[in-house]
């Protein structure tokens, strides 16, 4: 495929990214009779959506018609977007996604309801908030479907796998750390699975039976190469190439030579964020932070497409805004000398702890939404100057049961297989709080008097400080088997344990203003014509809110498959 573009770099479509965002675009812009090329800079392709969850939050969906409403889900957005988003961004969003699953669905791509991942809206105290039906999950594929590009797929993380290599599907997983009935035969059975398929282990440690985001990007590969679409990694767009005001093409750094792809119609963006750009990352977030917190692929989203768009005088808009998601730095137990930040998505809600800042307070619900406990830091940091990081408190009850990013529960892993050097950085440990507080450079006396309080609330099982265990989200955040309230148990049995949180993210939100065909704006307030942005390299449709489960990837994927059909022509005039 490289010799073929340096020969004939000239497409209807170029499509810089490999995430799904870009590899929508591209299949969508082939369905309507454009040549297209998807151009990636990395070695593996996928992005960020190959390690993510693979879910979609596509409200009204065919599965859910009874329960909800195109004016329902507006309400919500409405509501959780604080009016800065326009309305027409927000309508064209909820009625073009459920095209999307159509059009996936059409592409062997098949999104379904799972019956055991419920997961609710974010903000469960907005209107037409859901308790659940509108994140939506993709199948697994056999991964041997892909043939020798199986090999080229970004790897999901090895935290989410069983014994760092053995795909689960979410529920399954969730499932195995609860001890929920049935979990045995789960282990037994894809043991099984694993070993015995010698032929593959013959190859490679990897499963063959790709989950999650590598499921969906494998699926979308399928369908590419089906169809022919090429995919070239190790090609990074260095600018835009323009005549007279219109982009045509890109120029690229191919393997260490600089060409010039020629795109007749348009290039679509879909290259990521910048949070892996330090020198961005201190211009526009508002708080101090590292490369290192952000749990996306490390050196890829360094904000190539935000560069490239303000040369051509795009205008930009939340520049300031990240998908915030506390992250714990766990060192690498397979790679030497390396340490990899896990984010902390659902760990805070489960009992047995809390969460303080460096001055022994708590600041949060700690079973808010991941999106919403970063703001809490950032917010708690302005009015302290004492968070970032910040920490999680927990007692042995909670070692014992649950996982903590990469952590497996003692009762799978205790302390003594633990390497020595994690109890003294990652991991501290005490017989008491005060021992504890010591440890971490907290102030003893108001460790205690927090955690005292806070077990005070567990036993009137009341939250009187924060509300936590209050509604529906929190409830699903916590462990269902510990009643009477999932997400409330006392700290109290030592030992405790603390871990250092810092303000990570699944991506920066920030970058060129689009309108609701993904066009990017000028300064002037204008298309500029042919260049389109999608993704975490555009604004974010939803402005500053983080609505559910599987927005970032369902607002890409959508926002992808309108650009393509508004260079195809296809697509409807009026969303409202």
């Known amino acids: 495929m490289l010799a073929g573009l ?275 990352r201190a211009k526009y977030l508002p708080s101090k932070s590292q490369t290192t917190w952000s749990v996306t692929p490390r050196g890829n989203n360094t904000g190539d497409a935000l560069l490239a768009a303000l040369e051509v005088s795009a205008d930009t808009a939340f520049m300031d805004q990240a998908w915030w998601a506390p992250s714990i730095a766990v060192p690498s137990p397979w790679s030497p000398n390396m340490t990899r930040n896990h984010g902390i998505f659902f760990e805070r809600g489960l009992p047995h702890s809390l969460c303080v800042n460096q001055l022994g307070k708590r600041f949060v619900n700690e079973a808010c939404s991941y999106h919403r406990f970063g703001e809490a830091m950032i917010a708690d940091e302005k009015a302290t100057g004492a968070n970032m990081p910040c920490w999680i408190i927990f007692d042995s009850r909670f070692r014992k049961k649950y996982p903590l990013g990469g952590l497996m529960p003692s009762a799978v892993k205790p302390d003594w297989m633990l390497p020595p050097n994690w109890l003294a950085t990652f991991l501290h440990k005490a017989d008491t709080i005060t021992g504890l507080a010591a440890k971490i450079g907290v102030p003893a006396d108001a460790l205690g008097r927090t955690v005292s309080r806070f077990n005070e609330f567990v036993d009137a099982n009341d939250d009187k400080e924060f509300g936590r265990g209050g509604d529906f989200f929190n409830l699903y955040q916590g462990d269902p088997f510990h009643q009477p309230n999932p997400c409330l148990g006392s700290v109290a049995k030592p030992p405790f344990y603390a871990a250092r949180l810092d303000l990570g993210d699944l991506g920066s939100k920030g970058g060129p203003k689009t309108d609701d065909f993904a066009r990017v704006l000028g300064t002037n307030g204008k298309p500029i014509p042919g260049l389109y942005a999608v993704g975490n390299c555009a604004a974010p449709v939803m402005g500053d809110a983080y609505p559910g489960a599987g927005v970032t990837l369902g607002t890409t994927m959508t926002f992808g498959f309108l650009a393509a059909s508004d260079i195809g022509g296809a697509n409807d005039i009026n969303p409202i």
């Not at 979609?56 to 969906?61: G, K």
């Not at 309508?91 to 019956?115: D, M």
């Not at 809206?121 to 594929?141: C, I, N, Q, T």
């Not at 045995?184 to 894809?190: F, M, V």
């Open 6 to 280: 340096l020969d004939n770099p000239t497409y209807d479509v170029v499509v810089v990214g490999s995430g799904a965002g870009g590899m929508v675009s591209a299949i969508r812009a082939h369905e309507l009779g454009q040549k297209s090329i998807v151009i990636e800079k990395s070695d593996r392709y996928g992005g960020t959506s190959a390690v993510s969850g693979s879910g979609l939050w596509i409200p009204n969906n065919m599965f859910i018609k009874d329960k909800d409403s195109d004016e329902a889900a507006f309400d919500y957005l409405k509501a959780t977007t604080k009016g800065e988003v326009a309305d027409e961004m927000l309508w064209r969003y909820i009625r073009s996604g459920q095209r999307l699953v159509q059009f996936l669905r059409g592409i062997g791509v098949e999104y379904y309801l799972n019956p055991n991942l419920k997961y609710p809206d974010y903000h469960p105290d907005m209107p037409g908030a859901l308790p659940e039906g509108r994140a939506l999950f993709v199948k697994p594929l056999d991964g041997a479907l892909l043939g020798a590009e199986f090999f080229n797929i970004r790897e999901t993380y090895p935290e989410f796998k069983l014994l760092d290599r053995i795909t689960l599907d979410l529920d399954e997983a969730g499932g195995m750390v609860m001890r929920a009935p049935g979990w045995k035969l789960t282990l037994i059975k894809h043991l099984l699975r694993y070993w015995l398929d010698v032929p593959w282990r013959l190859r490679t440690h990897r499963d063959r039976k790709l989950g999650h985001g590598n499921a969906l990007i494998g699926r979308l590969r399928k369908a590419m190469l089906d169809r022919d679409i090429p995919l070239v990694l190790k090609t990074r767009m260095l600018r835009l190439d323009t005549i007279d005001g219109r982009v045509k093409g890109v120029m690229a750094d191919c393997d260490g030579r600089q060409i010039r792809i020629e795109a007749r119609k348009g290039v679509i963006m879909a290259a990521g964020g910048y949070e892996q750009s330090p020198e961005l």
